[in-house]
């Protein structure tokens, strides 16, 4: 059974940084393409960012390029997302995905989700 934990959000101010990670277990980890992707209330969730099973490649959304890093470690398990010059409008649950399907970024599993809150 894949089991994905978040953590590392919480409450910034504008301007700030967080650093997400999500541990995995229960899959093969260092053969899957892992994501994160977002929800704020009343829209629907979307895609943050990417990377390949080896690391070697990485894909952002367009609202978050040149913030936001994302890097793995396949040696613990963990998927990072490195989100820095934080906005308000990145207030969101923000979920761990494995198994992206690159390209239409579809992934298998999900997280539980953890809060990141950008104030003003």
């Known amino acids: 059974q894949v089991q994905l934990v978040e953590s590392g959000g919480g409450l910034v101010q504008a301007g700030g940084s967080l650093r997400l990670s999500c541990a995995a277990s229960?899959?093969?980890?260092?053969?899957?393409?892992m994501g994160w992707f977002r929800q704020a209330p009343g829209t629907e969730r979307e895609f943050v960012a990417a990377?390949?099973?080896?690391?070697?490649?990485?894909y952002y959304a367009d609202s978050v390029k040149g913030r936001f890093t994302i890097s793995r470690d396949n040696a613990k398990n963990t998927v990072y997302l490195q989100m820095n010059s934080l906005k308000p409008e990145d207030t969101a649950v923000y979920y761990c995905?494995?198994?992206?399907?690159?390209?239409?970024?579809?992934?298998?599993?999900w997280g539980q989700g953890t809060q990141v809150t950008v104030s003003s």
């Open positions: 990377i390949s099973w080896s690391g070697g490649s990485t």
């Open positions: 995905a494995s198994d992206l399907t690159i390209g239409t970024m579809t992934p298998s599993n």
């Open positions: 229960g899959l093969t980890f260092n053969s899957y393409a």
